[in-house]
């Protein structure tokens, strides 16, 4: 019996102390920690040369190359992956100057080094379209990757916080199986490639806005952007007939949480907290659209 309890109370301990040691890991740095910012460069760099090797090898490589060109793809898919554009850089930016803050380094250099992660990246991948023959460079995109950048670099200097932040949700639809090679075949595919299901929110937090009231400060209310009806993106010949496409932007109001706003002690519910931020919580939702008028969703995804 003695043993027993010498075993619990050496397993509680040991438990304690690696939640100890993983919480004080997690805590960002009060001054330059160079191992953790060599970690973070040397991290990143090869990770984003590793995805753009893969990309080369397993995208591009199903592509004729070409010389450099441009592409104006401004009117396809109702904007839909130009809001694409703007949320991945933003959300690069985010995560990039977050690991140098978690560093220790100063905020100067973690908006210049760390929050132009998704431009610089996203860069280098338009680059590369431009020399395939099916893509091309397009500068509708570069000033989506600018916006997404200046989202995030714009509300540090003006409120050195995220007061608005950009978000994302996702509902299947029917029209991936209409068209799988353009839109998916599956969950995952669908998730990344079906534009019409696919929602970019502008999410506002309503306490920072208003510091001396008593709003929830986990509370936000959220603009919503979506498209529906796009089977290509624009009206296009298919096996030499027209399809046939009821094209309407839709737009959303509704409430959402800001997850990195719940007050909690633990540094790994804040990360896990912080990491989940980028997904839009379902709430009932109004709709706008210019067809139909507005409609009440009892929950929204």
């Keep these: 019996m003695r043993k027993k309890i010498c075993y619990i109370a050496f397993l509680l301990v ?22 953790r910012r060599n970690a973070v460069v040397i991290a990143e760099s090869s990770l984003a040369g590793l995805t753009l090797i893969g990309l080369d090898r397993l995208w591009y490589a199903d592509y004729p190359r ?25 959300q690069l930016g985010r995560v990039g100057a977050n690991v140098l803050n978690w560093s220790g380094v100063r905020k100067k250099d973690q908006l210049i080094y760390g ?35 200046g989202l995030y670099v714009g509300q540090e200097l003006l409120w050195q916080e995220q007061r608005i932040v950009l978000k994302y949700s996702f509902h299947q639809t029917k029209y991936a199986a209409q068209r799988p ?18 929602t970019y929110w502008l999410s506002a937090n309503v ?4 510091k001396d009231s008593n709003f929830p400060k986990w509370l936000n209310v959220a603009i919503g952007y979506g498209g529906d009806g796009m089977l290509s993106g624009e009206n296009e010949s298919v096996n030499n007939s027209m399809i046939s496409q009821n094209r309407i932007r839709q737009f959303y109001l509704s409430l959402d949480v800001d997850l990195s706003r719940i007050k909690t002690n633990s540094r790994f519910l804040r990360t896990i907290f912080d990491v989940f931020n980028v997904i839009k919580v379902p709430f009932p939702a109004l709709e706008f659209t210019d067809k139909n008028g507005i409609k009440l969703h009892g929950i929204y995804f």
């Design 14 to 35: 040991s438990v304690s102390f690696s939640q100890s040691t993983f919480e004080s890991f997690l805590k960002p740095s009060d001054s330059l920690n160079l191992s």
């Design 207 to 210: 306490h920072s806005f208003f």
């Design 66 to 90: 070409s010389k450099f060109h441009t592409l104006n793809d401004n009117n396809e898919w109702l904007q839909m992956d130009k809001l694409g554009h703007v949320f991945t850089s933003y």
């Design 115 to 149: 929050s132009t992660l998704g431009f610089t990246f996203l860069t280098a991948v338009e680059v590369m379209d431009g020399f395939s023959e099916e893509w091309g460079f397009s500068w509708g995109d570069m000033i989506a990757n600018a916006t997404g950048t």
């Design 181 to 198: 090679d353009k839109l998916g075949d599956g969950f995952f595919e669908e998730f990344l490639k079906d534009y019409n299901g696919q």
